[in-house]
C-alpha cells in the first residue's frame, strides 16, 4: 500500500517522540473513521521500534447507534471490558475522525452523560497509567468547521503536527515553572474580570508529548478561589452541541451564572455532578499555527494568545483534586483581533494581547516560534 510520506512522518513522531514506544510494550491503536493508510503508518511504525501493535476501529454513526438504545448494564459491561484490555497496554495512541461534526446531537443527554460515568475510569486509566497521544483526523466536515476546503485543511494538518515540537522547551519550561511559583493570577479582558489563586497546585508543559497538536502550560485554581466573570469568544462544542458567547460567573469557586447561544443545554452540562460546576484546569496556548477556533477542543485550545478554563474534572498532576464526568475546556482569545487582554501573576504582567511580555517567555511568540518556518 502506498503511504503518503507526510503520513509516515507523523505516525514516527507519535511513536517515537509523544508515546516513546519501547521494546515489547503493548500499543493501542484507537482509530474513529480514520483511512486504513493512517492504521498502516502507524502499525508500521510501532514494529520499527520493536512494539506490539494492536488496532481497534470504530465508526462514530456505529457508536451513536448503539447509545441511543444502550442499558446501563450495556454500558457498565462495555466499560468493564475496555478497562480490562487498556490494563494491558503499556501506550495508547487515538485519532478520532468525523463526517459529521453533529453527529451525536440527538442522543439523549442522559444517556451520553451515562456513558460519560461508565468510561471514567478508562479514560483515568489511560492518562494516568499509560504514555497515550490523541489528535483529530483532517475529514471534510473538520475542514468545514474550520472554514477551509478539505486539501487546504490537510495541508494545514500535516504542518502543524509535523512541527518541531523542541522550539516549545526553553520558554514552555520557564511558564511551567513560573506558574509552579505563582498564587494570585488576574485574568482581565472584554467582558473578562476573573481573579483565582494557583498556590501549591504545580504546573505541567505539554509540547507534543500527550496531544498533537500541542503548545500549553497547564495548571489549575485552587477549588474555591475563583471569583469574578470569564466572557468566553471562541465557538466550542460539547456532546455535539454547538455553543458561543458562553460567560461564567463564579463565587468562592462555583459557577453561579452560566450564559450562552443554548443555556439551558449549558446549564444542564454544568448541574452534570456536583464537580461540573467547580473548575478543573487553566491553561496558557502557545502554538503559533493555530489563531483561529473551528469548534475542535483539541486545535482551539493550543491557539496562539489563547487561555481556557475548564469546568470539571482536574488531571491528577497540577490539579485541585475536583471530581466530575464532564472536562470541557472553553477558550478565550487574547489576540487584538480578538479584543486583547491580559493575564497576571502575582502583579507582574506576563502576557498582553496574547504577546508573553516577560523576556523569558517571549520565545513563546509566535513570531520567534516561526522563525525560519514560513
Same mark, same amino acid.
Do not use: C
Given at each position: 500500500m502506498f503511504i503518503d510520506p507526510r503520513l509516515l512522518t507523523l505516525a514516527n513522531n507519535i511513536v517515537q517522540n509523544a508515546c516513546t514506544v519501547q521494546p515489547g510494550e503493548q500499543v493501542l491503536i484507537d482509530l474513529v473513521d480514520v483511512p486504513d493508510s493512517m492504521a498502516v503508518a502507524l502499525i508500521r511504525a510501532v514494529h520499527a521500534v520493536g512494539g506490539i501493535p494492536h488496532l481497534n476501529t470504530r465508526s462514530v454513526p456505529l457508536m451513536r447507534e448503539l447509545l441511543l438504545t444502550a442499558t446501563e448494564a450495556q454500558l457498565e459491561a462495555r466499560a468493564e471490558f475496555e478497562l480490562t484490555r487498556m490494563k494491558k497496554m503499556q501506550a495508547y495512541i487515538v485519532i478520532r475522525g468525523s463526517n459529521n461534526g453533529t453527529e451525536m446531537a440527538d442522543v439523549p443527554a442522559d444517556k451520553l452523560a451515562l456513558a460519560d460515568k461508565y468510561m471514567n475510569p478508562v479514560l483515568d486509566y489511560r492518562v494516568n497509567h499509560t504514555k497515550w497521544c490523541l489528535l483529530i483526523w483532517p475529514t471534510p466536515a473538520v475542514a468545514q468547521m474550520a472554514g477551509m476546503s478539505t486539501e487546504a485543511f490537510e495541508n494545514f494538518f500535516l504542518k502543524v503536527c509535523t512541527f518541531d515540537y523542541k522550539k516549545f522547551k526553553p520558554g514552555m519550561t520557564a511558564?511551567?515553572?513560573? *506558574?509552579?511559583?505563582? +498564587?494570585? !493570577?488576574?485574568? !482581565?479582558?472584554?467582558?473578562?474580570d476573573l481573579k483565582f489563586s494557583i498556590k501549591g497546585i504545580g504546573a505541567e508543559a505539554c509540547g507534543g508529548n500527550h496531544n498533537i497538536p500541542d503548545g500549553e502550560v497547564f495548571s489549575c485554581p485552587v477549588k474555591e478561589s475563583v471569583n469574578g466573570v470569564i466572557q468566553f469568544n471562541a465557538p466550542t462544542i460539547y456532546d455535539s452541541i454547538p455553543f458561543d458567547n458562553i460567560r461564567l460567573v463564579f463565587k468562592d469557586g462555583k459557577i453561579v451564572e452560566a450564559t450562552g447561544s443554548n443555556t439551558e443545554r449549558l446549564n444542564a452540562i454544568l448541574d452534570t455532578d456536583e464537580g461540573a460546576r467547580y473548575i478543573g484546569e487553566f491553561a496558557i496556548g502557545f502554538n503559533p499555527f493555530i489563531q483561529e477556533a473551528m469548534r475542535d477542543i483539541l486545535f482551539d485550545e493550543k491557539i496562539a494568545g489563547s487561555l481556557h478554563f475548564t469546568p470539571g474534572a482536574a488531571y491528577e498532576s497540577a490539579g485541585n483534586g475536583n471530581k466530575s464526568n464532564?472536562?470541557? +475546556? *472553553? !477558550?478565550?482569545?487574547?489576540?487584538?483581533?480578538?479584543?486583547?487582554?491580559?493575564?497576571?501573576? +502575582?502583579?507582574?504582567?506576563?502576557?498582553? +494581547?496574547?504577546?508573553?511580555?516577560?523576556?523569558?517567555?517571549?520565545?513563546?511568540?509566535?513570531?520567534?516560534?516561526?522563525?525560519?518556518?514560513?
Open positions: 511558564l511551567k515553572n513560573l *506558574m509552579a511559583s505563582t +498564587d494570585k !493570577v488576574h485574568i !482581565v479582558g472584554p467582558g473578562t464532564i472536562h470541557w +475546556d *472553553m !477558550v478565550n482569545i487574547q489576540t487584538p483581533k480578538h479584543g486583547g487582554g491580559e493575564i497576571w501573576f +502575582d502583579g507582574v504582567l506576563i502576557r498582553k +494581547d496574547g504577546e508573553f511580555t516577560l523576556p523569558e517567555l517571549q520565545s513563546l511568540n509566535r513570531s520567534n516560534l516561526l522563525a525560519n518556518e514560513e
